[in-house]
Nanobody, 124 residues
Framework: QLQLVESGGGLVQAGGSLRLSCTAS????????MGWFRQAPGKEREFVSV?????????AYADSVKGRFTISRDNAKNTVFLQMNSLKPEDTAVYYC????????????????WGQGTQVIVSS
């Protein structure tokens, strides 16, 4: 059974950077489209980014993170990354990764095998 574990979160000042990792175990994620979502306190879980399966040539981002965040994948390591630059206080949230069979899916209902999340706090 596929398990996803997020890591790399922490406390950072506004303008700083973090690199999140989503490492899979139990089975390979090569054939899955992989997405990142986030959930701030009192808010709905929202789409952040998605990368297509296999070579990861297709990527999509939420407007709020476009130009600041970069998604990538290393299939040899069974891991997906989210490089977050120019962080803002509004990026504060728990970040989750999950898999999808739908290319370019942005709705959380299209994803499964959610990890436990990693907390990101951006101070002003």
């Amino acid at each position: 059974q596929l398990q996803l574990v997020e890591s790399g979160g922490g406390l950072v000042q506004a303008g700083g950077s973090l690199r999140l990792s989503c490492t899979a175990s139990g089975r390979t994620i090569t054939a899955y489209h992989m997405g990142w979502f986030r959930q701030a306190p009192g808010k709905e879980r929202e789409f952040v980014s998605v990368i297509s399966s296999w070579s990861g040539l297709s990527k999509a981002y939420a407007d709020s993170v476009k130009g600041r965040f970069t998604i990538s994948r290393d299939n040899a390591k069974n891991t997906v990354f989210l490089q977050m630059n120019s962080l803002k206080p509004e990026d504060t949230a728990v970040y989750y990764c999950a898999k999808s069979a739908l290319l370019g899916a942005t709705m959380s209902s299209s994803y499964s095998s959610w990890g436990q999340g990693t907390q990101v706090i951006v101070s002003s």
